[in-house]
């Protein structure tokens, strides 16, 4: 049994508008969507009040208890990539709702390609959460890289890396595509999240 059945999970997915262009055969919407029906599918066995799903990019859209990967593809079909990227507002959306269960730690999966809107105010917010945490494993933040944007990628990295000197805990891993595959499920990605 794995301890990701003991989290409550959210999902929160860049819709921004770099979100249309290609990376590879596809675009980092479409790679993004690929992504995340499997990883759905594979929470929604875990966590059986299915899982918040909170779109952000030209504004943010909350779905409650999303528990199949057809809801995804739904969500994927609705929405098309758009606008600028409030990561630090759907952040705090998702906190917000992790703060109303009954005690079981939280893990939130983020799925961006790019830099946020405001990075001072994402870095911010991680930092004042962090020192809010009784416990180190209350709260896990896991953020997939779709695309390759060096940018992007050195920021991510710095957030999993560089606030040991600001924030109680170390409550952030980043990752790539390439990456989060090469573990070779979802569960073991999760679970690393977790436990780095």
């Known amino acids: 049994m794995t301890i990701l059945a003991n989290y409550n999970h959210f999902l929160l997915i ?38 918040d799903v909170i779109t952000f990019g030209g504004g943010i859209k909350h779905y409650p208890s999303v528990a199949d990967a057809s809801t995804v593809s739904n969500i994927f079909k609705e929405q098309q990539p758009m606008g600028g990227t409030p990561t630090a507002e759907a952040l705090t959306k998702a906190l917000e709702l992790a703060n109303t269960d009954g005690g079981k730690p939280d893990l939130i999966t983020i799925v961006t390609d790019g830099e946020p809107n405001d990075k001072e105010a994402v870095k911010k917010l991680i930092i004042q959460t962090s020192n809010a945490l009784e416990k180190d494993e209350d709260l896990t933040i896991l953020f997939l890289q779709v695309g390759d944007n060096v940018q992007a990628r050195e920021w991510l990295v710095s957030l999993d890396d560089d606030l040991k000197n600001e924030a109680k805990f170390d409550i952030v891993d980043a990752k790539n595509f390439s990456e989060a595959e090469s573990l070779g499920s979802y569960v073991a990605l999760l679970e690393q999240a977790i436990n780095d």
Not at 28 to 51: C, H, N, P, S, Y
């Open 14 to 51: 860049d819709k921004s508008g770099s979100m249309s262009e290609r990376v590879g055969n596809k675009t980092r919407w479409e790679a993004a969507e690929e992504f995340t029906v499997g990883l759905i599918g594979t929470l929604a066995q875990l966590d059986k009040d299915g899982v």
